[in-house]
C-alpha cells in the first residue's frame, strides 16, 4: 500500500509505547511511569506537542500497548517494570491485559496473557463486540479472546517477530513489526498476508498504532514521536 508518513507532535512522555485515537481525543500510555493521558486534538503547538487533557495514573507494569472499547482503556502490562522504576505490589510477573477506568486509572478487571510470556499490543475489537485482540510474542502470533469467561478464539501464526500495536478494520487486521519496521494486513479468518505499509528508517520507528481519519497514527517509545500515516498518498 502506497502510504505518506508525518511526524505530528511529540509525546507528553518519554517513552510513549501506546496510542488510541478516540472522539474524545488521542490517548497515549508511557511504558515507564504507567501513566496514560488524553490529549487535544488540535494543532501543535509552538514545541510540536498537543495539549494534555487528562492523565490517569494506573495499576499496569512495562505497559506495552493501549486500548479503548467499551468505555475502558485496555492496557498490555508487558511483565517486571523494576528496570523503569520502584517496583509496586501491583506490577505483573509476567504478560497481562488490564481493564481500567478512564476517569480514575482504576483497574477493573485483570486478566493473564494466554500462553504466558510478553505482550507488546493489543486492540477492542468493534466488529466482532467483546473480544481483545492480543500479540501473544512467546509463540510469535496474534491471539483473539472473548472477554467474558477468557477463552482463546483464534490464534493467528504472525510473519515476523516483535510484533506490537494492533488496529482491527472491517476486512483485516493490521500488525505493527517493530524491528522489520513493517505494518503488516493480515486476514482475520485465515491469517493470510493481505497489504502492507513499510516505514522507512528517515520516520520514527512504529510501536503502539491506532487508526486515525481513514489512516493510522503510531508512536515510537524511542524518540517519543507520534507520526501519521496517510493511506491515500
Same mark, same amino acid.
Given at each position: 500500500?502506497?502510504?505518506?508518513?508525518?511526524?505530528?507532535?511529540?509525546?507528553?512522555?518519554?517513552?510513549?509505547?501506546?496510542?488510541?485515537?478516540?472522539?474524545?481525543?488521542?490517548?497515549l500510555?508511557?511504558?515507564?511511569?504507567?501513566?496514560?493521558?488524553?490529549?487535544?486534538?488540535?494543532?501543535?503547538?509552538?514545541?510540536?506537542?498537543?495539549?494534555?487533557?487528562?492523565?490517569?495514573?494506573?495499576?499496569?507494569?512495562?505497559?506495552?500497548?493501549?486500548?479503548?472499547?467499551?468505555?475502558?482503556?485496555?492496557l498490555?502490562?508487558?511483565?517486571?517494570?523494576?528496570?523503569?522504576?520502584t517496583?509496586?505490589?501491583a506490577?505483573?510477573d509476567?504478560?497481562? #491485559?488490564?481493564?481500567?477506568d *478512564?476517569? @480514575? $486509572?482504576?483497574?477493573?478487571? &485483570?486478566?493473564?496473557l /494466554?500462553g504466558?510470556?510478553?505482550?507488546?499490543?493489543?486492540?477492542?475489537?468493534?466488529?466482532?463486540?467483546?473480544?481483545?485482540?492480543?500479540?501473544?510474542?512467546?509463540d510469535?502470533?496474534?491471539?483473539?479472546?472473548?472477554?467474558?469467561?477468557?477463552?482463546?478464539?483464534?490464534?493467528l501464526?504472525l510473519p515476523?517477530?516483535?510484533?506490537?500495536?494492533?488496529?482491527?478494520?472491517?476486512?483485516?487486521?493490521?500488525?505493527?513489526?517493530t524491528?522489520?519496521?513493517? #505494518?503488516?494486513?493480515l486476514? *482475520?479468518? @485465515? $491469517?493470510d498476508?493481505?497489504? &502492507?505499509?513499510?516505514? /522507512?528508517?528517515s520516520?520514527?520507528?512504529?510501536?503502539?498504532?491506532s487508526?486515525?481519519?481513514?489512516?493510522?497514527?503510531?508512536?515510537?517509545?524511542?524518540?517519543?514521536?507520534?507520526a501519521?500515516?496517510?493511506?491515500?498518498a
Open positions: 500500500m502506497d502510504a505518506k508518513i508525518e511526524r505530528w507532535f511529540r509525546a507528553p512522555y518519554g517513552m510513549p509505547n501506546g496510542v488510541q485515537a478516540t472522539g474524545d481525543g488521542i490517548w500510555v508511557d511504558q515507564v511511569t504507567d501513566r496514560a493521558a488524553l490529549l487535544d486534538v488540535s494543532d501543535a503547538d509552538e514545541y510540536g506537542m498537543l495539549r494534555m487533557r487528562f492523565e490517569v495514573s494506573t495499576e499496569s507494569s512495562n505497559t506495552s500497548g493501549l486500548a479503548w472499547g467499551d468505555g475502558s482503556l485496555w498490555a502490562a508487558n511483565g517486571s517494570a523494576e528496570k523503569w522504576r517496583p509496586r505490589d506490577d505483573a509476567s504478560g497481562e #491485559i488490564l481493564r481500567v *478512564p476517569k @480514575t $486509572g482504576i483497574t477493573t478487571g &485483570r486478566w493473564p /494466554p504466558g510470556g510478553g505482550t507488546h499490543g493489543l486492540e477492542y475489537d468493534s466488529f466482532e463486540t467483546g473480544t481483545l485482540w492480543l500479540t501473544t510474542l512467546k510469535q502470533t496474534l491471539t483473539q479472546v472473548r472477554i467474558s469467561d477468557w477463552t482463546i478464539q483464534r490464534v501464526p515476523y517477530g516483535r510484533a506490537h500495536g494492533v488496529v482491527r478494520v472491517e476486512n483485516g487486521v493490521w500488525i505493527v513489526h524491528s522489520d519496521r513493517v #505494518i503488516v494486513k486476514d *482475520p479468518r @485465515t $491469517g498476508q493481505l497489504d &502492507r505499509i513499510h516505514v /522507512p528508517p520516520d520514527p520507528e512504529p510501536h503502539g498504532l487508526g486515525y481519519n481513514g489512516g493510522f497514527l503510531y508512536c515510537d517509545a524511542t524518540s517519543g514521536w507520534v501519521r500515516i496517510r493511506t491515500d
